[in-house]
T-cell receptor
Framework: DQQVKQNSPSLSVQEGRISILNCDYT??????FLWYKKYPAEGPTFLIS?????DKNEDGRFTVFLNKSAKHLSLHIVPSQPGDSAVYFC?????????????FGEGTQLTVNP | GAVVSQHPSRVICKSGTSVKIECRSL??????MFWYRQFPKQSLMLMAT?????????EQGVEKDKFLINHASLTLSTLTVTSAHPEDSSFYIC???????????FGEGSWLTVV
């Protein structure tokens, strides 16, 4: 049962344009969402997060949008840079006290072409 | 900022032997750490949740006797893969929960190859 899904395994974007990475979830108990970037053979790096009480959070070139009714979130990167090329994971955390365990999507490989 | 360190970054061991991977939070105390495994081209799969001073909570399908987790201090959790087999070869990643409760930082990961 894949509770967090990233339906696009890959995305290719031209440098300077916008990258939009999508993520859908099924569990309505999720209340906190995070995006991580991961380079090969490295651990994930935290990018940005959003609480379920918000619908948008912005940090520099990164903006995360949350549509709770659609159970959908997206990460916008603008302008995209070649160094942004990596696998992006969305993750969700439930309303629980068991230590904030995260459920990850499958990841989307973003390639930003110069 | 918060830093989580894993050691070793790469390890090769013989089938049937045991190997230990360490996860340390360098700038903060972590009452909760998580261990993940990632096979090639797959997502991060949570193996277990490690709480300082208590037994780890394992995810369904993860053998607790094979993957021993010890969280003896607020800055260190260890994962020991016992009687390793080639199918245990994977990328193991730990993460630590920041005390504020909202952000989890990851270690650099450890490549395990069992030959």
């Amino acid at each position: 049962d894949q509770q967090v899904k990233q339906n696009s395994p890959s995305l290719s974007v031209q440098e300077g344009r916008i990258s939009i990475l999508n993520c859908d979830y099924t569990n309505s108990m999720f209340d906190y969402f995070l995006w991580y970037k991961k380079y090969p053979a490295e651990g994930p790096t935290f990018l940005i997060s959003i609480s379920s009480i918000k619908d948008k959070n912005e940090d520099g070139r990164f903006t995360v949008f949350l549509n709770k009714s659609a159970k959908h979130l997206s990460l916008h990167i603008v302008p995209s840079q070649p160094g942004d090329s990596a696998v992006y994971f969305c993750a969700a955390r439930g309303k629980e006290t068991s230590g904030s365990r995260l459920t990850f999507g499958e990841g989307t490989q973003l390639t930003v072409n110069p | 900022g918060a830093v989580v360190s894993q050691h070793p970054s790469r390890v090769i061991c013989k089938s049937g032997t045991s190997v230990k991977i360490e996860c340390r939070s360098l700038d903060f105390q972590a009452t909760t750490m998580f261990w993940y495994r990632q096979f090639p081209k797959q997502s991060l799969m949570l193996m277990a949740t490690s709480n300082e001073g208590s037994k780890a909570t394992y995810e369904q399908g993860v053998e607790k006797d094979k993957f021993l987790i010890n969280h003896a201090s607020l800055t260190l959790s260890t994962l020991t893969v016992t009687s390793a087999h080639p199918e245990d070869s994977s990328f193991y990643i730990c993460s630590a929960l920041l005390i504020s409760g909202n952000t989890i930082y990851f270690g650099e990961g450890s490549w395990l190859t069992v030959v």
